[in-house]
């Protein structure tokens, strides 16, 4: 074979072989989450990426996403925001300016995520957040999309069942965290137990680290209030306060709308949080939930001994959203990825899921799955309750 | 009449951890001069080993819980001290009477020893059952017998701190340093032994108060962190090197917090702990029982 021939062959195969590779290349599209992996709401946070990883972890074995003809791989990064705006800022800087993460999937706490979006609006990365703030939707915010039930889908549905239960409430007495979370959620809460005839007889605020509760749990003790709203509180907290509550004698009806790991606050409060109605909790054992629900919620018993709940799926159906609206764009631009969201239907862990709450927030931002209410009964979180968004049925029609 | 007693049970509930806590960190400032901000860490250490300890005894060993109590109470001290002992030897006995180096130093090992237990024990919070279940009632107000004796705990060891620095050789030695190291070592006092025993007392009294603490409280990894502000502002307004300020700064400010938050709410008394430092600060800058710099 002469010389000639030889190199042609090898050059011949050199080129096959990168265009092999060049079309079977699969491209990495990073995603990111910031939820609190330490400190009292680290019960979020760690079921959260657990979620994530599950849902970048289908979404993988499945191909991968399709757009622009190429495939991507998703990665997960996963950064503490411990629940407060420094950190959040600290690591949307990370995730957005280091990492060049175009696509954060969760992000957990309203203050955190009002600093992150300061940063990810400007750099044009889309952001999905589970926070409980108005002021991080609206037209101004094009990018930012909320992807669980916030207090304008809770409330109205959660309060009146509660009330509905217990008709001779008169009063309730109410305690939320003092950051943007608890801010933005109490006018709401007080607007929505006035239209029950319920009146809220105290509001109080505490920081965010508390560890002593005995002064706030003498006060609510000495107010006879037939209900105790503990509003945005995390479950560690609400399990201090009701242990302290308990020793007091205080027996009156005790409601979480921020409710979730029903686990953690059966631990940390034993029987003295028996009873409790829970908003954003899920019984993702029973009837009612899907398959995926009842597999990812026993992959998460099974790793971090700690059932999942409303905040920490929604990064599975965040996953699962980015998926369609990234194939549907057939772009990883987050600015035509952002415009299709409210536009599809996707398959999320309650089923089929869209966008929508352009009448309440200006701009269709919020997540359209089930309100679901749940009791905390022989410490497990019971469902009593599932309400479905009107603008979903219709959606879905 | 009985609310105003309840409210004075809590502030003694608050108030004994408060003292035990602030307590070390006055003593360490008194003898070394450094301002110390990994004193939490100790707190958090002492609070995770009883916490991970007892669940060991009760669920995994059966042992009985007030025996788990006691081993891991002994085991938690012990290890604080050894951590104590490492970071004096080769970070704090470098940077005596220095403020920045110990600044430095002291925020640098903040973030290293939160870091590795967060590693160790992972984020999630731990609540560990009571030692000593039930509640008792005083003139109508009602806590738990678990809290009635972390208080009595807290006072025995408080006072037993004060008759140490009072009636003892090395009591009288750290004062002595405390009041001038020169005069002390000229006095044939030898400095950095009493700062290493002063610092290691420290130590193991913020480590006494995180063990405490640990039955009645969630444990998480930055526990003692949230206590470590309080205890600044308890020094401060005390004064700083000052035993009985300690003692004084930590029950005025628990009863701030308690009455503070009742009559108000607890955002408001904290925010009035801080308005009381900022006022302290601009009348008399020494703390209520400090001496001034002369």
């Known amino acids: 074979m002469s010389m000639k021939k030889i190199i042609g062959i090898t050059g011949g195969a050199l080129i096959a072989l990168f265009s092999a590779q060049t079309t079977f290349a699969e491209e990495i599209l990073k995603v990111g989450v910031s939820a609190p992996m330490s400190g009292a709401a680290a019960a979020w946070g760690l079921g959260f990426e657990y979620a994530a990883e599950q849902a970048v972890e289908k979404v993988n074995s499945e191909g991968g996403i399709k757009a622009g003809g190429e495939t991507y791989k998703l990665e997960l990064h996963t950064y503490d925001n411990k629940y407060n705006a420094a950190e959040g800022a600290k690591t949307a800087q990370t995730m957005l300016n280091r990492e060049n993460i175009n696509f954060i999937v969760g992000s957990i706490g309203t203050a955190p995520v009002k600093a992150t979006q300061a940063l990810s609006e400007r750099k044009g990365a889309i952001l999905f957040n589970t926070g409980w703030g108005k002021s991080i939707k609206g037209p101004d915010y094009p990018l930012t999309f909320t992807q669980m039930n916030t207090p304008f889908e809770i409330l109205a549905p959660f309060y009146g069942y509660v009330k509905e239960q217990h008709p001779d409430a008169k009063t309730v007495a109410m305690i939320t965290p003092n950051d943007a979370t608890g801010q933005e959620l109490e006018p709401v809460a007080i607007d929505t137990w006035n239209n029950l005839d319920v009146e809220v007889i105290s509001t109080d605020k505490y920081e965010r680290g508390t560890t002593e509760f005995q002064s706030i749990a003498t006060k609510i003790a000495n107010s006879n209030a037939d209900i105790v709203d503990f509003g945005a509180s995390p479950p560690t907290d609400v399990g201090s306060m009701l242990k302290a509550l308990d020793v007091l004698g205080w027996d009156g009806v005790k409601v979480v709308p921020a409710g979730t790991s029903a686990g953690t606050l059966s631990k940390m409060a034993g029987a003295a949080a028996e009873g409790t109605y829970l908003g954003a909790s899920a019984d993702f054992t029973g009837d009612s939930a899907s398959d995926v629900q009842k597999e990812l919620n026993a992959g998460a018993m099974e790793k971090l001994g700690e059932a999942l709940n409303g905040i920490t799926i929604s990064s599975y159906d965040a996953v699962m959203a980015l998926k369609k609206a990234i194939e549907t764009a057939d772009s990883i631009d987050p600015k035509k990825v952002a415009e299709t969201l409210p536009t599809i239907v996707f398959e999320s862990s309650y089923g089929p899921a869209a966008f929508g709450g352009a009448d309440v927030y200006g701009n269709p931002q919020q997540i359209l799955v089930p309100v679901m209410i749940t009791q905390l009964r022989d410490g497990n979180a019971v469902e009593v309750g599932r309400i479905a968004p009107a603008e979903l049925k219709e959606r879905l029609k | ?294």
């Open chain 2, 1 to 294: 009449m009985e609310l105003q007693v309840q409210l004075l049970m809590n502030t003694l509930q608050i108030g004994s951890v408060y003292v035990l806590f602030a307590l070390g960190l006055t003593l360490i400032f008194g003898v070394m001069k450094i301002v110390n901000f990994a004193h939490g860490t100790f707190f958090t250490a002492a609070a995770l080993i009883v916490s991970s300890v007892m669940i060991w005894g009760v669920d995994t060993a059966g042992i009985p819980i007030w025996f788990s109590y006691l081993i891991a109470f002994v085991l938690a001290l012990l290890v604080v001290c050894v951590i104590g002992f490492v970071v004096y030897f080769f970070g704090f006995q470098h940077v005596l009477k220095d403020l920045n180096g110990s600044f430095i130093l002291s925020i640098g090992l903040l973030l290293l020893l939160n870091g590795t237990y967060l590693l160790l024990y992972g984020g999630v919070p731990r609540s560990i059952p009571a030692v000593v279940p039930g509640n008792v009632t005083f003139l109508g107000a009602s806590l738990t017998i678990q809290r009635l004796l972390l208080m009595i705990v807290a006072a025995i060891i408080t006072i037993g701190l004060y008759l140490l620095v009072h009636r003892t050789k090395l009591g009288l030695s750290l004062r002595a340093v405390a009041e001038d190291q020169e005069a002390a070592m000229l006095q044939g006092i030898p400095y950095r032994r009493v700062a290493l025993y002063g610092f290691l007392i420290g130590a193991t009294l913020a480590a006494c108060a995180g063990a405490l603490m640990a039955t009645v409280t969630p444990v998480t990894t930055v526990i003692g962190d949230d206590f470590l502000v309080k205890a600044f502002i308890i020094i401060i307004i005390g004064g700083l090197g000052s035993v009985l300020g300690a003692i004084l700064g930590g029950l005025l400010i628990a009863l701030i917090e308690s009455f503070g938050g009742y009559y108000f709410d607890p955002s408001t008394a904290t925010l009035a702990m801080f308005v009381l430092v900022i006022v302290l600060l601009i009348v008399r800058p020494q703390g209520i029982l400090g001496h001034a710099e002369r």
